[in-house]
């Protein structure tokens, strides 16, 4: 059982049937991180140069072969970080920042053994966002990224050049505490243990055939 496994509960998260209004108990001061703006931005980036380290087997046999590249987390490293506010846009700045994306690697070697290793892509962003007027808590840039690529080459002693689908998420956020309605505690249910129902259909077969 689980909140959307026909579990059945005006305390449950879920859509919304009749009343909005019915059933709210309260205003409710919650801590979280309020987004004020936000773009995303996605492209095909051709000729990135992947230096790979921690490779694993070690001391494989080389030349490598290019297998494919992920981004390993969703979160990318912030760098460089320049505001600028736009006088001419109230509110507004541009935004400039160098945004690293740790990457997986896998390939096999010579010998055709499976391999993977490690690396990171640099991009640099500059874009204009909407940014909070001036307050005692301070704003801040977070990046949520993913990369892919399925095509590569080994061009040098460790190295793979790629052409890779890139999405980079960049966000204005602040951890505020932010008053919401309320419709109290959700109620939580009991788990649904996963069984592997192996006699389903046996015990349902007659004694005797007819």
Known sequence: MSFFCNFQSDRCPGAISGNPLNGLCEKVCIQAKKVFDACIQQSQLNDIVLNITNLTPANPTYPLTFVSAKSMVSKGVISNLLIEPLPERPHSARVRADVTIPVSVAYTDANGV????????????????NVPSASIMPYDIEAVVSLVSTLGSYTADNQFTIDACVSILLKVVMEVELLIPS?????????QEYTQEVCAGFFELPMYPE
């Open 114 to 129: 499976e391999g993977a290793a490690t690396s990171s892509v640099t991009i640099t962003k500059d874009v204009i966002l």
């Open 183 to 191: 419709y109290g505690y959700a109620a939580i249910p009991p788990c």
